[in-house]
């Protein structure tokens, strides 16, 4: 049948097949067409020459495909405060455009993809998955990103992720993702940069090895080596019985004794705001909100949606800020705060409600609109969370109020290195060792002998064993958001080559040394073991490494594994200049 292989133009006039369409079997005309029982439109078809447009990081955009249903400039309006996309000249010249003719970027896109979602044919599509067809299944699991912990649906065709949707748990993050949860997942999994089989040093080059010599090379060098030699280095980003477990290594097999209590190091302050955790469900039940330096222009741009249903069901908004930011503009009082004065101006806003001042200020307004309200809420974004008075000021705010919080850091399994008081192991600054041991991070100190644990290949960094890790996407785990919730990661995809899961490394490593406990089988087995730990959240108090961790974290753009997404990611670099990048890195 040669309609099924049409791929040139057609004496009438037809630009081309759907044969060579990138959105072939998945095209809302295509399938009423079929419905329809339509073979052929009689009237001849216009080509309308316009350029395929290229030039933005994450889709292509070919407007001769477009049927102008309005679809995205709809989704769009409703999703943000700036709209990006409108209707450009008018009668047969109409076609979907920013103002101007100006990129996206410069438009104010923050790139959610929501626009390709709704678009019924192939006039937007996907640039890293644009011929990759019709998945085959679909996995439901959560974005590990960042501390939302958002619902993702990861798209599978012959074993691999070809693509990212959000999912159908709404709870978090109300059906939406951001720029890093929908376009950042594939060229991370898939990244031909990925370990796929260990390897040990021999004479200044790496061989590779067997997982048996591997795991007997790394406990020979483990348990010979002298109290206080050896440490281990971890990264917030693995799922929480992984970090459970590596703790339980660290304490029972390494010896390394428990700093709780002892440690200057701590945020009492970030402890005391997170005891007033709230749920996203609550936020959006939420009739007075004061957001504190949080950007919605790209990592949060979700939660943009969610402002703008509660501004138009009557709910008064705050932002306590810089300026220059999305949520700013929409916002009913905008209380203005430079570099390092943000404590300043909570504490003064707290002063105005206690002492009843009104007028018509911003401030004014907005001590009144706490004061009154009923359900306040305060949402705190990661500019604030490593300022020791902003969170001071924010924590006897929540409590005064006794508002829910929460609390948004850049760092994926954030708190879940806090439940399991793992967090001193990220930012390691010990020299000296005999042997370092690091998992899913990259090595922070010299030491004789080092052993790394990961997925990606360590630059700049001496490494004598290296053990290939899963990536989240082809294991099983979870992870704690910032609601304080156990979070699903689900197995998608299996690991590339010889890589094994983070629990699965330790545990065998563990049991070499003659270790007793470590016997696990699955995932599961940790995480029944964690349950009888009981509610991290009732007196916990004094982290250990806690003030270094929110102080090191990023303000600009999500890590993994201590790097920046834009390392990992092309499109990033267009939207995180390099030297914003830079600063990102734990």
Known sequence: N?????????????????????????????????????????????????????FDPFYDRDYNLCILCGRCVQICEKLHFLSTLTFVERGAKSSVGTAFGRSHVEAGCSFCGACVDHCPTGALTEKTRKWEGVPESTVETTCPYCAAGCSIQLQIKNGTVIGSLPGSDASVNSGNLCVHGRFGITEVVNSPARLKKPW????????????????????????????????????????????????????????????SGSDPNTSIEFEKLIQHSASFDQLRDADCVLVAGLDTRYTFSWMEHDLKRLKRKGAFLISVNGGKKPVDQNVHSFLYAREGNAGAVIAELMDTIETGRTGSSLMEQAAEALRNCRKPFLLIGPEYLGDRDAIASLAQLADKLKAGVICLPTQGNFYGAMVTDTIRFIHLGQNGLDVLYTIGSQ?????????????????????????????????????????????????????????????QIIASIAVKMGASGFGYTSVEEIGEEMNILGDWKSDKTGIPGLATALGNASRYEPTLYGEPLSKRVAGLRTLFPENLAEKGIE
């Not at 109290?227 to 917030?236: E, I, M, V």
């Not at 990961?454 to 290939?468: F, K, N, Q, S, T």
């Open 443 to 503: 090595p922070k100190t010299t030491t004789g002998y080092t052993i790394y644990q990961g997925a990606y290949p360590v630059e700049d960094h001496h490494i004598d064993l290296c053990l290939p890790t899963a990536m989240f996407s082809e294991r099983n785990g979870s992870f704690i958001n910032a609601e304080l919730r156990r979070r699903p990661l689900n197995k998608a995809v299996e690991p590339p080559g010889l890589a094994m899961p983070d629990w």
């Open 200 to 259: 040990r040093l021999v004479e200044g080059r790496s061989m590779d090895c067997p997982w048996e010599e591997a795991i007997e090379l790394a406990a020979s060098k483990l348990v010979g080596c002298p109290p206080g030699k050896a440490a281990l280095q971890l990264s917030s980003d693995l799922p929480v019985e992984d970090l459970y477990l590596a703790k339980k290594f660290a304490h029972e097999v390494l010896r390394i004794p428990d700093l």
């Open 2 to 54: 040669c309609a099924e292989c049409m791929m040139t133009i057609r004496k009438s006039g037809a630009t081309t097949g759907c044969g060579s369409c990138p959105k072939n079997g998945q095209c809302e005309l295509q399938t009423l067409a079929h419905r329809l029982g339509m073979e052929e439109i009689r009237l001849p078809v216009k080509y309308r020459m316009f350029p395929v447009e290229k």
